[in-house]
Nanobody
Framework: VQLQASGGGLVQAGDSLRLSCVASGRTISNYGIGWFRQAPGKEREFVSAISWSGGSTYYADSVKGRFTISRDNAKNTVYLQMNSLKPEDTAHYYC????????????????????WGQGTKVTVSS
């Protein structure tokens, strides 16, 4: 499956953005989907994940209550709604697909994900 992330941009602190991850090649409903981010000079870190049905979601503590992950399997798309953005949210954001349809502890780990999109840049100014 190929993943294409989009929706990044330059915003001010407190603004919102919605990232999209569109899958092609295979139906996205066969995969759990995660979002990760990588800031300059830092490791890529987990942000959020969603099960194949959308019934289960995970969030990093740093984004809980501000970000919402959702999916529309009919459109082969997963979304990350980001509200109340902070300068520390500045990073490249990547979506990734794992062959497990349900979430588990491994869903927080980069190595679990088999397919990766190219990333979209989010810059939050103070």
């Amino acid at each position: 499956v190929q993943l294409q992330a989009s929706g990044g941009g330059l915003v001010q602190a407190g603004d919102s953005l919605r990232l999209s991850c569109v899958a092609s090649g295979r139906t996205i409903s066969n995969y759990g989907i995660g979002w990760f981010r990588q800031a300059p000079g830092k490791e890529r870190e987990f942000v959020s994940a969603i099960s194949w049905s959308g019934g289960s979601t995970y969030y990093a503590d740093s984004v809980k209550g501000r970000f919402t992950i959702s999916r529309d399997n009919a459109k082969n798309t997963v979304y990350l709604q980001m509200n109340s953005l902070k300068p520390e949210d500045t990073a490249h954001y990547y979506c990734a697909a794992m062959p497990q349809t349900k979430l588990y502890s491994g869903s927080l780990t980069r190595g679990t994900y088999q397919y990766w999109g190219q990333g979209t840049k989010v810059t939050v100014s103070s």
